[in-house]
Structures are given as structure tokens and as C-alpha cells.
């Protein structure tokens, strides 16, 4: 199902490294999380990413981005169920893929000249971590 949308604004919400709790020769892993919320009037969905790089307990970088997507009208009728709508966990996931693709370059940027840059965010595996349809019910009147 092709739903009509376009990204129509990004948002670091937040931003923070602290490259001085680095150590040295110590794995680095990385954490994820994804939100989806969507406008009362269904116009648009926000998809937020958090984005972590942490070494053993000690928070290096973290990073809140927030995607909005306009949804055209004739994408919300595609979703519409009887009293609800189905957005498709295939378009979250997308949506999500857009948001990862803008970290990844807003993570380049703001740590250059720090030694977090040297540490790419890894491919994400958005199959693992997203898995549902997002269901808005309609209100009753």
C-alpha cells in the first residue's frame, strides 16, 4: 500500500555527548527506541528516534529526533478500517528508516572534532524492534 506523505519538518529535541567518560578499547553499544503519535486532526505523524551510544554504564551520546510526515487525505482514506484507522507497520517502519538515516548524518556532524565521531550508528534491524500496526480509533460522538 503506497501512502502519500512528505517529511515536512526535523527536530533534535535533544542532543548531549560526553566524550571525556570514553574508554579507550571498550565496546561501544548502541540503543534505539521508536515512538509514533499522530495529529488529532490526522493530517500527520510524528516518528520520534532515541538514540543512545553508551560504554558499560556511562552515557556517551544521546540524541531525540523527531520526523514529521504529512499524510495526504487520500493516505488516510487508504488506512481507514470501518470506526478506526490502520496505519501499516511496513510504513512505521519506513517512516523509522527515515528518522535512523537523518541520526545517523545529525550524529556526523555534531561530533566532529570530538572522538565519538569515529563511532558510526550501526545498521538497525527496524524488523526486531517495530512489529505492530499503529490503530487510531475513532472518537464516538
Given at each position: 500500500?503506497?501512502?502519500?506523505?512528505?517529511?515536512?519538518?526535523?527536530?533534535?529535541?535533544?542532543?548531549?555527548?560526553?566524550?571525556?567518560?570514553?574508554?579507550?578499547?571498550?565496546?561501544?553499544?548502541?540503543?534505539?527506541?521508536?515512538?509514533?503519535?499522530?495529529?488529532?486532526?490526522?493530517?500527520?505523524?510524528?516518528?520520534?528516534?532515541?538514540?543512545?551510544?553508551?560504554?558499560?554504564?556511562?552515557?556517551l551520546l544521546i540524541l531525540?529526533?523527531?520526523?514529521?510526515?504529512?499524510?495526504?487525505?487520500?493516505?488516510?482514506?487508504?488506512?481507514?478500517?470501518?470506526?478506526?484507522?490502520?496505519?501499516?507497520?511496513?510504513?512505521?517502519?519506513?517512516?523509522?528508516?527515515?528518522?535512523?538515516?537523518?541520526?545517523?548524518?545529525?550524529?556526523?556532524?555534531?561530533?566532529?572534532?570530538?572522538?565519538?565521531?569515529?563511532?558510526?550508528?550501526?545498521?538497525?534491524?527496524?524488523?526486531?524492534?517495530?512489529?505492530?500496526?499503529?490503530?487510531?480509533?475513532?472518537?464516538?460522538?
Amino acid at each position: 500500500m503506497v501512502i502519500p506523505y512528505k517529511i515536512s519538518h526535523i527536530e533534535t529535541k535533544q542532543f548531549a555527548v560526553f566524550p571525556d567518560v570514553l574508554v579507550y578499547g571498550e565496546t561501544i553499544g548502541t540503543s534505539v527506541d521508536f515512538s509514533f503519535t499522530v495529529n488529532t486532526d490526522r493530517t500527520g505523524i510524528r516518528a520520534v528516534g532515541t538514540f543512545k551510544y553508551e560504554q558499560k554504564q556511562n552515557l556517551l551520546l544521546i540524541l531525540e529526533l523527531a520526523c514529521y510526515f504529512d499524510i495526504s487525505p487520500e493516505g488516510w482514506d487508504k488506512v481507514k478500517e470501518d470506526n478506526k484507522w490502520v496505519i501499516p507497520v511496513d510504513f512505521l517502519r519506513y517512516m523509522a528508516t527515515i528518522v535512523v538515516g537523518a541520526a545517523r548524518g545529525i550524529i556526523h556532524i555534531k561530533t566532529e572534532g570530538t572522538v565519538l565521531n569515529t563511532v558510526v550508528l550501526p545498521p538497525i534491524n527496524l524488523q526486531e524492534g517495530i512489529n505492530d500496526d499503529y490503530v487510531i480509533e475513532k472518537k464516538k460522538e
